[in-house]
């Protein structure tokens, strides 16, 4: 089973803080994924990786950064958190290519509060 | 533009009941769809996908080009049922593998 893990089920940070949420992934994927989710606007992808030290903006990239050193893990972070950036964060990976290979594995997902 | 529209937010049913969630999509190539699934406290997971044509828990999804739809059917809805699901489709455009997600419908079935 491919496995997914998010390193904190739950985070709570302040203002300002510099924020980390780590994925990893035990499935050799080339390709990994961050989102979130919000209650009304489904999931968001705010970055992807498609290769080691490889990054792509997705559709809300503003106030996040990754960064992606080793294949297996793919980090989120926020450089200066904001309680706009509360939210439910998901990572995800698949392999490269087409078909089967486009379907996604979620982690259980990080659920970030910024008060 | 690329899109995936899930029109309804919420949908109840009564157990027992058929069930179809709606998803529509805009995408100009050969649209690769799927279906994901998030129970309660539980993380999302992929439910079926239009290329493999199965049936997974009772559900059914078929790729209606005509319309650009891909809803989701089951003829009896059961409690377990209840989930937020999810539509997406494939931005393939090479390896990368995106995935543009609707905004989800919540299936309520009660008992």
């Known amino acids: 089973d491919v496995k997914v893990t998010q390193s904190s089920r739950y985070l709570v940070k302040r203002t300002g803080e510099k924020v980390f949420l780590e994925c990893v992934q035990d499935m050799d994927h080339e390709n990994m994924f961050w989102y979130r989710q919000d209650p009304g606007l489904g999931l968001r992808l705010i970055y992807f990786s498609y290769d080691v030290k490889m990054k792509e903006k997705g559709d809300i990239p503003e106030g996040y950064s990754v960064s992606r050193e080793k294949k297996e893990r793919f980090s989120l972070i926020l450089e200066s958190a904001s309680t706009n950036q509360t939210s439910m964060y998901l990572c995800a990976s698949s392999l490269a290519g087409g078909g089967a290979k486009n379907i996604q594995y979620f982690g259980a997902g990080t659920r970030l509060s910024v008060l | 533009a690329q899109r995936v529209t899930q029109p309804e937010k919420l949908l109840s049913v009564f157990k027992g009941a058929p069930v179809e969630l709606k998803c529509n999509y805009s995408?100009?190539?050969?649209?690769?769809l799927f279906w994901y699934v998030q129970y309660s406290r539980q993380r999302l997971q992929l439910l079926l996908r239009h290329i493999s044509r199965e049936s997974i828990k009772g559900f059914t999804a078929d790729l209606n080009k005509g319309e650009t739809s891909f809803h989701l059917k089951k003829p009896f809805a059961q409690e377990e049922d209840s989930a937020m699901y999810y539509c997406?489709?494939?931005?393939?455009?090479?390896?990368?593998?995106?995935?543009?997600f609707g905004k989800g419908t919540k299936l309520s079935v009660k008992p």
């Open positions: 997406a489709l494939s931005n393939y455009g090479g390896s990368q593998g995106n995935l543009i």
């Open positions: 995408y100009s190539g050969s649209p690769e």
